[in-house]
């Protein structure tokens, strides 16, 4: 099955910039604001973010990574996973605005783990959703706030992000 | 009566023959045999072997009956084709009196399938410290001449002395469980490499060794014949090669189970390897065959030690000591010394019937093939292959560490006393065997 | 993986992994909800036929932060204790319907042969057994050492060229064994040093050096030194002849305590003899691990318990 790129590195910077335009717009400015990525690829995501943002106000790009491994609800019936760090900045997050980061949105039961893996560190007053990609059949009542594009699939679709970080070129591919 | 003819068997010497046997003994032998009698057992592609004599059996009866009794040991005998066993004196009461020795010999009797010699506890109770009634054991209707305290070594040298000599006056014999008990408290295992690996205390080499170097050197000293039971190493081998050399009366037996298993199979901690003594290394087993072969050791004897489930289902340390192995002693032989080409059928004749008959004082075991001998055979295929399954055990317990193993061989018909215990590879009936 | 009986049996990958994940277990810690809800809904029983609080506590407590339901059952007063076999306690655990059974016995191999039996479908995890092997242990050791050594870089870290001695009575010791495999699977060496009499046979096959020598050893200047625990019983069977020469000969006393580099760990599983195999100061001394080990053996306990149950059916 040949792939069929979609997005490409220019594509890609142009969606994370005007998330990051619509990131401060809707939180009225920068001030407590936590971006928090999902390992592995919304964690160099939620960097871009955070310095985009950090070039726009200096100071910004607050980021932090969490793993949801541990909250996931097919714990035992895949391959074992290990873990990724989670790392919570400074602040922590209670009264925080939270952005989770993401490179597919597909069934949110990954930000359903997030919310409670979130429940369990701390309390923000906002939990907001950004990702690079959705691409619909949601099994849960997720919906994300900031979306770099809209891509409709079928379920037999497989959708691959590939960053720069990660490997060595940025391009979101249908297959 | 019955009579019974044989025909065509391979002698242990390989040439085939026909036999005759009426009235408990033989009266033809040959080619050809005409004469007409009673049954027929074809026995073309069978090697015919005199009766096997186990001089190292335990069957628990009387006291431990949930594990085996003297039928179901002499039935698991006769499977294996055992006509005569030498029970261990280790029951409950000890059988250290001529009331229970006789009782034990009686049960043998009566069940009919193996003739059952006792043999009497050295000491009163195995306990190391006070003589047995050896002479009124001798002089009883069982005619004891093995004495053992076996599961338990004499290990106090006067106590051992005096044995030695106290039983020259009835033809007797000790046969001595070597196993210094200092030396090997709370031993599981062979004390080696593995066992410092698997964290199980070691029973090493040299408390076996050095007890069978000083039995050898009082058996010379007072002249008494010593009978060294179940050897398990290199160095006992080396050990008795010497005093035979010096001409001390020593024999030996080994156990089927240290002809063919090492302590590799101790890895998992499966109990049906926990054995005493335990199983040793490699170079032992090699060791071991090559003493049977060249006559260093004289017999093999099975220690045919039944454990009931509870015994062995349990943590390594829990567990009994000991396997069954009348039932597959024949074969873990023939694919230990016989199928590697160390002897021939003719040695293991030698080795599990005439040697130990001779050990044990047992009359009518010395020329089995000869005219006017009680008639004891069996009759073994050595051609088949089969995995050995609990479906193979006939005793009560089915502690055998061969289920799963290729084994070769099967009996196909034993013959006790004139009358047939096996037939078409299965036991006869209880009420059929029985002598009432 | 589907048991932890052995660090014989574990690759280097599968010791870095165990240990990657620890440290994922130890920031848990630090949080204000001490827990994760990966085993929520899994019944974990510590089946503890040896006496010992210390694990079994540490086994509680890494069960309970992963959200499993515990069942504690140990020796004394149970019917354990009036005989009932391994065989028939374990067939009860799965009939209530334990998913994993951690278990400590005085035999060795007792693990071994409840995982090979049948007669239950639990994962086992050996928290001690006689004196085979006590994977957890060693496994936190290690943690500890990688830790100390790397810092927050010791994700993905083995313990190449890192030198450990252990001292003391490695006969009878499961902690010995179960150190001397994983330390050495991790590019660890470990020199062993004690009295002949409690060195096994045969120890010259293992993958260890071993000397009769503490203070050649402590000159050597090992990165770490871990002090096994000497039981008086051992005396009586002539293992060596008195606790005094025992601590003159093998003690980490506080002048041997001196000659140890500066920057060398201290190591101890406890319980401590304080005056005989260690001194109160090397106990208590900053390069003394004893505290964190404590620690850190709850960490690496929910990673061993959260891979042994986490994974695809079987």
Redesign the interface.
């Known amino acids: 099955m040949t792939a069929r790129s979609v997005m490409q590195q220019a594509d890609i910077t142009r969606a994370l910039t005007r998330i990051s335009h619509e990131i401060l717009e809707s939180n009225r400015g920068a001030s407590d604001l936590v971006l928090l990525g999902i390992p592995t690829r919304g964690v160099i995501l939620a960097r871009r973010i955070a310095a985009i943002l950090d070039s726009i106000e200096p100071g910004s790009g607050t980021v932090g990574a969490l793993d949801v491994t541990m909250y996931r609800d097919d714990l035992s019936r895949n391959l074992v996973r290990t873990p990724a760090p989670t790392e919570i900045p400074a602040g922590g997050l209670d009264g925080k605005t939270v952005v989770l980061v993401d490179d597919v949105l597909y069934s949110g039961r990954t930000i359903r783990s997030a919310l409670d893996a979130i429940n369990d560190i701390g309390r923000p007053r906002i939990v907001r959703l950004a990702t690079l990609v959705d691409r619909g059949h949601r099994e849960l009542p997720i919906r994300a706030d900031f979306v770099g594009k809209n891509l409709p699939t079928s379920t037999s679709e497989r959708i691959n992000v590939r960053l720069l970080e990660t490997d060595g070129v940025d391009e979101v591919a249908i297959a | 009566m019955t009579s019974i003819l044989i025909r065509g068997a391979a002698l242990p010497s390989g040439e085939a023959t026909d036999i005759l046997v009426a009235d408990g003994i033989v009266t033809e032998v040959g080619s050809g045999i005409s004469s007409a009698a009673s049954s027929v057992i074809e026995a073309s592609g069978l090697t015919i072997l005199p009766g096997l004599v186990d001089l190292h059996t335990h069957l628990r009866e009387p006291g431990f009956e949930q594990s085996e009794t003297v039928l179901t040991g002499s039935r698991a005998a006769a499977i294996g084709g055992y006509t005569a066993v030498f029970p261990m004196a280790n029951t409950s009461p000890v059988s250290d009196t001529a009331g229970v020795v006789e009782q034990v010999m009686s049960l043998g009797d009566a069940h009919g399938y193996v003739t059952v010699r006792p043999i009497g506890a050295v000491t009163v109770g195995l306990a190391g410290q006070q003589l047995s009634e050896i002479g009124a054991m001798a002089a009883s209707r069982a005619k004891v001449r093995v004495f053992s305290d076996d599961g338990i070594c004499v290990s106090d040298p006067l106590l051992m002395r005096r044995a030695l000599e106290y039983v020259k006056t009835f033809d007797g014999v000790i046969a001595q469980h070597s196993q210094d008990p200092r030396l090997t408290e709370g031993a599981?295992m062979n004390?080696?490499?593995?066992?410092?690996?698997?964290?199980?205390a070691?029973w090493?080499a040299v408390a076996e060794e050095s007890i069978i170097a000083r039995d050898v050197l009082l058996a010379e000293h007072v002249g008494a014949r010593l009978h060294v039971c179940h050897v398990s190493t290199a160095g006992s081998v080396d050990v008795i090669r010497w005093a035979k050399a010096r001409g001390i009366q020593v024999t030996a037996e080994v156990t089927p189970h240290h002809l063919l298993l090492t302590e590799e199979l101790v890895r998992?901690?499966?109990?049906r390897f926990k054995v005493n003594p335990p199983l040793r290394r490699n170079e032992d087993v090699l060791a071991l065959r090559a003493a049977l072969a060249d006559g260093t050791i004289d017999i093999v004897a099975t220690d045919h030690a039944p454990h009931p489930l509870?015994s062995k289902?349990?943590?390594?340390?829990?567990a009994a000591n000991g396997m069954v192995g009348l039932e597959s002693a024949l074969s873990v032989v023939q694919a230990s010394v016989v199928d590697t080409g160390l002897m021939s059928f003719a040695d293991v004749a030698r080795t599990m019937s005439t040697s130990p008959a001779e050990i044990g004082r047992l009359a009518g075991y010395d020329v089995p093939f000869a005219v006017g001998s009680s008639a004891n055979f069996v009759l073994y295929d050595p051609s088949v292959s089969r995995e050995f399954a609990t479906d193979q055990l006939r005793g009560k317990s089915l502690n055998s560490p061969y289920l799963g193993f290729t084994l070769p061989g099967r009996v196909v018909a034993t013959i006790h006393n004139g009358r047939p215990t096996v037939l078409d590879g299965e036991l006869l009936a209880p009420e059929e065997v029985a002598r009432g | 993986m589907i048991h932890l009986l052995s660090t014989k049996d574990l690759s280097r990958d599968e010791a870095v992994q165990i240990l990657d994940v620890a440290e994922d277990m130890a920031d848990v810690a630090t949080r204000e909800v001490k827990k994760l809800p990966a085993l929520r809904g899994k019944t974990v029983v510590n089946l503890f036929f040896e006496d010992s609080t210390r694990t079994r506590i540490s086994f509680e407590a890494a069960a309970k932060r992963l959200s499993a339901d515990v069942i504690s059952v140990s020796a004394k007063g149970s019917s354990v204790s009036k005989g009932e076999s391994l065989k028939d306690t374990a067939q009860t655990l799965a009939a209530i319907g334990a998913d994993a059974v951690v278990i400590r016995h005085s035999s060795s191999g007792a693990p071994r042969v409840l995982a090979n039996s049948g007669w239950i479908d639990a994962a086992v995890v050996n928290a001690g057994d006689g004196t085979h092997e006590h994977p957890t242990q060693a496994l936190l050791d290690a943690f500890t050492m990688r830790k100390r050594i790397h810092g927050a870089a010791s994700r993905g870290k083995d313990l190449d060229g890192i030198a450990v001695t252990i001292v003391g009575d490695v006969l009878h010791s499961r902690v010995a064994r179960s150190n001397a495999w994983l330390l050495t699977t991790l590019g660890a060496t470990v020199t062993f040093v004690a009295p002949a009499t409690l060195l096994p046979v045969g120890i010259g096959e293992w993958p260890v050096e071993t000397s009769y020598d503490l203070d050649e050893a402590i000159d050597a200047g090992p990165d770490v030194i871990m002090m096994l625990r000497i039981q008086s019983e051992r005396m009586h069977a002539a293992f060596f002849p008195t606790a005094r020469e025992y601590s003159r000969e093998w003690g980490l006393d506080d002048e041997r305590l001196s000659r140890l580099p500066a920057a060398s760990l201290v190591m101890h599983p406890g319980p401590m003899n304080r005056g005989l195999e260690i001194s109160a100061n090397a106990a208590d001394s900053p390069r003394s691990t004893v505290l964190e080990q404590v620690a850190n053996g709850v960490s690496i306990r929910m990673a061993v318990l959260y891979l042994v149950l986490s994974g695809g059916a079987k």
Do not use: I, R
């Not at chain 2, 004390?191 to 199980?200: A, K, P, Q, T």
């Not at chain 2, 289902?313 to 829990?318: G, K, L, P, R, S």
């Open positions: 599981q004390e080696g490499v593995l066992s410092g690996e698997l964290g199980l070691g090493p998992d901690y499966d109990s509870e289902q349990c943590a390594w340390d829990e």
